[in-house]
């Protein structure tokens, strides 16, 4: 086709455009091609100055992070401004539509004002900073960061009055002193979004799973899994007044979120101890044996690498071992929170994890190391298309293999358990640890963004964020808090993916969607019985239908993705339910009819153990000793 018109660019800038959009599919190429060219390079510059800063948080370095991530954002809105002369709604060539349409969107988070753009950066730079280098002390000589400190007090101690003063210490030195730095990033960051014709960053972000339905979606999946949650809720809030005394417990049925072996009560796998269904089966916490057998962080993640080259996928290269940080160094502060990293020049990928010696460490690593196996296999795709297929595809493919590694079959083969028993009460054992993890999770993964969604979009001013939260946490969560909160505080912000500005649906629609492709995968491996015994470990069948899903990336709509691995185009919670029947079953039988708790949060005076001991003064009591400090200051 003729060209009408003529575009002239000089290092990716339009210098003239002399009449209408361009139709000339060849040219568009051309500028794709130099685009891709040049975008592998600005976010190689830019995600080495972040990984130099998440290794090593000092000021000059977060200086040129943020100045990498300016010239980054200038970038890719030059990309998209320049990509819209292109007439490219009306190409022929469907892959290059789908490009466009990518390239055209690229700088929708990017403020067209390079003055509030920079501080953009700044606050969100100040934000991780808060959170990466907070300490509660809880005496002179004992101050602890989150990790690996504070979350090992978290996994480890039942002392109800230590878990209480570290719960509120961290939210007192991290959450607490982002609130107005959050109001300002919320305000900027709509700013730029509606800039590029979204309602809110929240809409922004859920355009990113191209689904109209996606919150109807959403609501259906959780009210369908919400029995399985009401009743392990149910069965772990009895085990913990057994353990605590009831008297600990507020009335209206939530437990106190201090109390559930995490600092942000979203995995309870540490309270197994307590929670155990059969007291006397073998353990499967193969934490003792990993000491035992001196692992290190290295030899984890060299299992973890493993497992994927027996199913014929691609392994760890050499600059994944030496550039990768896979335990806290002791000589400087870092991000401890765990990421895998890919810096765009498909040679250079990386974790960054301060791991710890145990079973939920290695699980994390079969997590991250799922990341990396992603972009190894998408690495040839257009940097556009360098993504999952939606963002919680991403999440699920370390979880997926990790369905596979706790099993108790496979942690035999690899030598970390002997002599499994397989039996109905080692069944409910292994299945109770799962729920732990996977089960306890959703209400969490579902509503840290139905808070941020109602932040972005102006239905929860500053003066409500703490309220909001804990009236989510209340109704969904059945957790409630365990000391007064008010708007002086801001507790979303002691989770990380907060003021890192992650969104966290992912996480919820990759618990559900891991169990579909667990199930796809185990079918492929021509594995029987029951979906939670099931170990694709060693069978190149199951690894090559993944491994095909992954080398897409993004190129096709997701739902077109997950037919190829599980023959449905839609997320569902089958597979899920199926594999944790039996222990639905189990404790349903245990619990009867004591579930479920109140929508609204208890009231201030009842769930304050701090103060526990003013509750019972009574108020002449406190009247007395107001009148009597009176007299002694007028006297």
Same mark, same amino acid.
């Given at each position: 086709?003729?060209?009408?018109?003529?575009?002239?660019?000089?290092?990716?800038?339009?210098t003239?455009i002399?009449? *209408? +959009?361009i139709?000339?599919?060849?040219?568009?190429r051309?500028?794709?091609?130099?685009?891709?060219?040049?975008?592998?390079?600005?976010?190689?510059?830019y995600?080495?100055?972040?990984w130099?800063?998440?290794?090593?948080?000092?000021?000059?370095?977060?200086?040129?992070m943020?100045?990498?991530?300016?010239?980054?954002?200038?970038?890719?809105?030059?990309?998209?401004?320049?990509?819209?002369?292109?007439?490219?709604?009306?190409?022929? *060539?469907?892959?290059?539509?789908?490009?466009?349409?990518?390239l055209?969107?690229?700088?929708t988070?990017?403020? !067209?004002?390079?003055?509030?753009?920079?501080r953009?950066?700044?606050? #969100?730079?100040e934000m991780?900073? $808060? &959170?990466?280098?907070?300490?509660?002390?809880?005496?002179?000589?004992?101050?602890?960061?989150?990790?690996?400190?504070?979350?090992? +007090?978290?996994?480890e101690?039942?002392?109800?009055?230590?878990?209480?003063?570290? @719960?509120?210490? @961290?939210? *007192?030195?991290?959450?607490?002193?982002?609130?107005?730095? &959050?109001?300002?990033?919320v305000?900027?960051?709509?700013?730029? $979004?509606?800039?590029?014709?979204?309602?809110?960053?929240?809409?922004?972000?859920?355009?990113?799973?191209?689904?109209?339905?996606?919150?109807?979606?959403?609501?259906?999946?959780?009210?369908?899994?919400?029995?399985?949650?009401?009743?392990?809720?149910?069965?772990?809030?009895?085990?913990l007044?057994?353990?605590?005394?009831?008297?600990?417990?507020?009335?209206?049925g939530?437990i =106190?979120?201090?109390?559930?072996?995490?600092m942000w009560?979203?995995? @309870?796998?540490?309270?197994?101890?307590?929670?155990e269904?059969?007291?006397?089966?073998? %353990?499967?916490?193969?934490?003792?044996?990993?000491?035992?057998?001196n692992?290190?962080?290295?030899?984890?993640?060299e299992v973890?690498?493993?497992?994927f080259?027996?199913?014929?996928?691609?392994?760890?290269?050499?600059?994944f071992?030496?550039?990768?940080?896979l335990?806290?160094?002791?000589?400087?502060?870092?991000?401890?929170h765990?990421?895998?990293?890919?810096?765009?020049?498909?040679?250079?990928?990386?974790?960054?994890?301060?791991?710890?010696?145990?079973?939920?460490?290695? $699980?994390?690593v079969?997590?991250?190391?799922?990341?990396?196996?992603?972009y190894?296999?998408?690495?040839? #795709? =257009?940097?556009?298309?360098?993504?999952?297929?939606?963002?919680g595809?991403?999440?699920?493919?370390?979880?997926?293999?990790s369905?596979s590694? #706790?099993?108790?079959?496979?942690?035999?083969?690899? *030598?970390?358990?002997?002599n499994?028993?397989?039996?109905?009460?080692?069944?409910?054992?292994?299945?109770?640890?799962m729920? +732990?993890?996977?089960?306890?999770?959703? !209400?969490?993964?579902?509503?840290?963004?139905?808070?941020?969604?109602?932040?972005?979009?102006?239905e929860?001013?500053?003066?409500? &964020?703490?309220?909001?939260?804990?009236?989510?946490?209340?109704?969904?969560?059945?957790?409630?808090?365990?000391?007064?909160r008010?708007?002086?505080?801001?507790d979303p912000?002691?989770?990380?993916?907060?003021?890192?500005?992650t969104? &966290?649906?992912?996480?919820?629609?990759?618990?559900?969607?891991?169990f579909?492709?667990?199930k796809?995968?185990?079918?492929a491996? %021509?594995?029987?019985?029951?979906?939670?015994?099931?170990?694709?470990?060693?069978?190149?069948?199951?690894g090559?239908l993944?491994?095909?899903?992954?080398?897409?990336?993004?190129?096709?709509?997701w !739902?077109?993705?997950m037919?190829?691995?599980?023959?449905?185009?839609?997320?569902?919670?089958?597979?899920?339910?199926e594999?944790?029947?039996?222990?639905?079953d189990? +404790?349903?039988?245990?619990?009867?009819?004591?579930?479920?708790?109140?929508?609204?949060?208890?009231?201030?005076?009842?769930?304050? !153990?701090?103060s526990?001991?003013?509750?019972?003064? %009574?108020?002449?009591? $406190?009247m007395?000793?107001?009148?009597?400090?009176?007299?002694?200051?007028?006297?």
């Amino acid at each position: 086709m003729e060209m009408k018109c003529v575009l002239v660019f000089v290092l990716l800038t339009t210098t003239s455009i002399l009449c *209408d +959009l361009i139709t000339d599919e060849e040219a568009a190429r051309q500028f794709f091609e130099d685009v891709n060219t040049k975008s592998e390079e600005v976010n190689f510059r830019y995600v080495s100055a972040a990984w130099t800063y998440n290794t090593n948080i000092t000021q000059e370095n977060q200086e040129a992070m943020v100045a990498e991530s300016l010239r980054l954002a200038e970038f890719d809105q030059e990309v998209a401004h320049n990509a819209s002369q292109f007439y490219w709604s009306n190409f022929t *060539d469907t892959n290059l539509r789908r490009i466009f349409s990518r390239l055209v969107d690229i700088g929708t988070a990017a403020m !067209p004002d390079t003055a509030k753009l920079e501080r953009l950066n700044q606050i #969100q730079s100040e934000m991780r900073t $808060i &959170y990466s280098t907070g300490q509660v002390c809880l005496s002179e000589s004992e101050c602890l960061p989150l990790d690996p400190d504070l979350t090992r +007090l978290f996994a480890e101690s039942r002392d109800y009055d230590r878990l209480l003063a570290a @719960w509120q210490g @961290w939210r *007192d030195v991290s959450g607490k002193k982002m609130k107005d730095l &959050y109001e300002e990033f919320v305000a900027l960051s709509n700013e730029a $979004i509606v800039a590029n014709g979204y309602e809110d960053t929240g809409a922004y972000w859920r355009s990113w799973y191209d689904t109209p339905t996606f919150e109807e979606d959403l609501v259906d999946l959780f009210e369908t899994l919400k029995p399985l949650y009401v009743n392990l809720h149910a069965y772990t809030r009895n085990k913990l007044k057994e353990f605590y005394g009831a008297d600990k417990f507020p009335s209206t049925g939530q437990i =106190p979120a201090h109390l559930l072996g995490n600092m942000w009560a979203q995995t @309870w796998n540490n309270l197994y101890d307590v929670l155990e269904p059969y007291k006397n089966k073998d %353990s499967i916490d193969v934490t003792p044996e990993m000491i035992r057998q001196n692992f290190t962080a290295v030899k984890m993640f060299e299992v973890s690498d493993e497992f994927f080259e027996s199913l014929g996928m691609i392994k760890m290269p050499d600059r994944f071992w030496n550039y990768s940080m896979l335990s806290k160094p002791e000589d400087r502060d870092v991000v401890c929170h765990a990421s895998a990293w890919d810096f765009y020049n498909r040679q250079d990928f990386r974790v960054k994890q301060c791991t710890e010696i145990n079973m939920e460490d290695l $699980i994390t690593v079969h997590h991250e190391m799922g990341h990396i196996e992603y972009y190894l296999q998408y690495k040839d #795709q =257009p940097v556009v298309f360098r993504g999952g297929a939606n963002p919680g595809f991403h999440e699920a493919v370390g979880d997926v293999i990790s369905l596979s590694v #706790q099993t108790p079959k496979h942690l035999e083969k690899i *030598d970390l358990i002997q002599n499994v028993t397989n039996d109905n009460e080692a069944d409910i054992n292994f299945l109770m640890r799962m729920a +732990l993890q996977k089960i306890a999770f959703l !209400p969490f993964g579902y509503l840290i963004d139905q808070w941020r969604w109602s932040v972005f979009s102006g239905e929860t001013p500053k003066d409500k &964020y703490n309220e909001k939260w804990w009236d989510l946490r209340c109704k969904y969560q059945g957790v409630s808090p365990p000391v007064t909160r008010t708007e002086e505080d801001f507790d979303p912000a002691s989770k990380f993916h907060i003021p890192n500005n992650t969104p &966290y649906i992912r996480y919820f629609v990759s618990f559900v969607i891991q169990f579909q492709f667990h199930k796809a995968l185990c079918n492929a491996a %021509s594995q029987t019985g029951p979906l939670h015994q099931c170990d694709i470990y060693q069978n190149q069948q199951a690894g090559q239908l993944l491994s095909e899903m992954l080398k897409l990336g993004s190129s096709l709509p997701w !739902p077109e993705a997950m037919v190829m691995v599980s023959g449905e185009d839609k997320m569902n919670a089958t597979a899920l339910m199926e594999y944790f029947q039996p222990l639905t079953d189990w +404790l349903q039988e245990q619990n009867g009819d004591d579930i479920g708790w109140e929508d609204a949060c208890p009231a201030a005076d009842t769930k304050d !153990p701090s103060s526990s001991n003013m509750n019972f003064i %009574s108020l002449p009591l $406190i009247m007395a000793a107001v009148l009597y400090s009176l007299l002694k200051i007028r006297n």
